[in-house]
């Protein structure tokens, strides 16, 4: 069964930081991971998908790696900045057959200004 | 490209009532998910419909829930006869074929049973 790992539950970094958000993951037999942003009260709006062939995506500010050997995935923010400020959530799809997500429990993001 | 349209936004129902979330998908998706995110809890998945088919409902309580996605119309997820526990927030996604391009979530409807 998959289980989906998001170190840390909370971080706080003054605005201008470089920071990296980790996601750890059980069955490397995966298809997919694609990182999520979630703001208080709203959606889940998709910053990174990684496909299983792929070692990293980039974007912007945003840099997603994918170590599937290893089961791991960093997001990596550059020079961080107060609207960034929200939870990330990792997600992985599994092969097999299966269609769910499965979804760390993500880790919220405070940029002070 | 509206993306992916969930209503009500907020819905609250007295113990023991009817409540009723709608899902319309993305234009040109075929596949959509209902999950459902507790108060301090990750995301977890409920069902996967494609068009007038329940494909896995392995995340759904055996009673008082369900799901459709019927040929015409949004796909919607019905719960009778809410308890407490019930509220939460549930978002819908949609994909065109499978998860292989990824999910577009909506916005989710927060349900508060009181």
């Known amino acids: 069964k998959q289980e989906v790992t998001q170190t840390s539950a909370a971080l706080s970094v003054p605005e201008g930081e470089n920071l990296v958000l980790n996601c750890s993951f059980t069955?490397?037999?995966?298809?997919?991971l694609q990182w999520f942003r979630q703001d208080p009260g709203k959606g889940l709006t998709s910053l990174l998908l990684?496909?299983?062939?792929?070692r990293e995506q980039t974007s912007g500010r945003l840099n997603a790696s994918l170590d599937k050997s290893s089961g791991r995935s960093t997001l990596y923010i550059a020079a961080s900045q107060p609207g960034d400020s929200a939870t990330y959530l990792c997600?992985?799809?599994?092969?097999?057959?299966?269609?769910?997500?499965?979804f760390g429990k993500g880790t919220k993001l405070t940029v002070n200004p | 490209n509206a993306g992916v349209m969930q209503n009500p936004r907020h819905l609250v129902r007295r113990r023991g009532q009817e409540a009723r979330l709608r899902c319309s998908p993305m234009k040109g998706h075929s596949h959509v998910y209902w999950y459902r995110q507790l108060p301090e809890e990750g995301l977890k998945f409920m069902v996967y419909l494609q068009k007038e088919n329940i494909i896995d409902e392995s995340g759904m309580p055996k009673e008082r829930f369900s799901a459709e996605f019927p040929k015409e119309g949004p796909s919607i997820l019905r719960i009778q006869q809410v308890v407490r526990g019930d509220s939460a927030a549930y978002f819908c996604a949609s994909s065109r074929q499978n998860g292989g391009a990824g999910y577009t979530f909506g916005s989710g409807t927060r349900l508060t049973v009181v």
């Open positions: 997600a992985v799809l599994t092969q097999g057959g299966s269609e769910k997500l499965v």
């Open positions: 990684i496909q299983s062939s792929q």
């Open positions: 069955d490397s037999a995966i298809y997919n």
